[in-house]
Structures are given as structure tokens and as C-alpha cells.
Nanobody, 124 residues
Framework: QVQLVESGGGLVQAGGSLRLSCAVS????????MAWFRQAPGKEREFVEA????????YYTDSVKGRFTISRDNAKNMVYLQMNSLRPEDTAVYYC?????????????????WGQGTQVTVSS
């Protein structure tokens, strides 16, 4: 079993920055594709960014292009999401996800393990 624990969420003003972290424990982290999704109240869970094991493939949704950056430290079993130039529409619960498949996907069903989520609130 794999456990994912997110941290780093909070309240920030528009234009500010936050860095989310996801700690992975349990079975080996090796080969896992990692991703961040988000879910705003009353909306479906939405893909944000994903990164392959080697970081050779990164996918992102257009709305975060140039503002958010996903990264991973395989030695520490950690995944990060650096979020800059935050907007009120970025307000959501952010979830870390892991897939045993070796390539990223924007599809929720691609991912086998999920964290509990961390709240990000951006005030205008």
C-alpha cells in the first residue's frame, strides 16, 4: 500500500505563491508517475500537472502554464507543486496522486493512490 500526505496549503492573496509538498510512503516509489489534481466546491476533480518517474515527461493544464511547476525528489520520496501568480480561481482542495504506470495522464482513473488533500484559498 502507498500513502500520500500533502502539505503546504493555506490562504494567500492573489499574486502570491505557495509550495505544496507530497510525501510518499509505503511501497517503493520507484517508477511511479506522480500528479496533482484539484477540486473546487461543486466542481469535478481537475488535472493540474503530472510528472513521470524520470521527470522526462511533464503534463500540465493550460490554465497553470507559466505559473505552476511540478517537481520530484526521488531520493526523498517527495513531489512538489510550486504555485506562483496565484489567482482566486485557483482556490480548491489540491490532491497528490500516484500511478504505477510509467507515463503521465490527465485522467483521474489513471492514478491508483490519492492523498487526503490540502486546501488552497486565494483571496482577491
Amino acid at each position: 500500500q502507498v500513502q500520500l500526505v500533502e502539505s503546504g496549503g493555506g490562504l494567500v492573496q492573489a499574486g502570491g505563491s505557495l509550495r505544496l509538498s507530497c510525501a510518499v510512503s509505503g511501497r517503493t516509489f520507484s517508477g511511479y508517475t506522480m500528479a496533482w489534481f484539484r477540486q473546487a466546491p461543486g466542481k469535478e476533480r481537475e488535472f493540474v500537472e503530472a510528472i513521470s518517474w524520470s521527470a522526462g515527461m511533464i503534463y500540465y493544464t493550460d490554465s497553470v502554464k507559466g505559473r505552476f511547476t511540478i517537481s520530484r525528489d526521488n531520493a526523498k520520496n517527495m513531489v512538489y507543486l510550486q504555485m506562483n501568480s496565484l489567482r482566486p480561481e485557483d482556490t480548491a482542495v489540491y490532491y497528490c496522486a500516484a500511478s504505477t504506470r510509467d507515463s503521465p495522464s490527465t485522467n483521474v482513473g489513471w492514478y491508483d493512490y490519492w492523498g487526503q488533500g490540502t486546501q488552497v484559498t486565494v483571496s482577491s
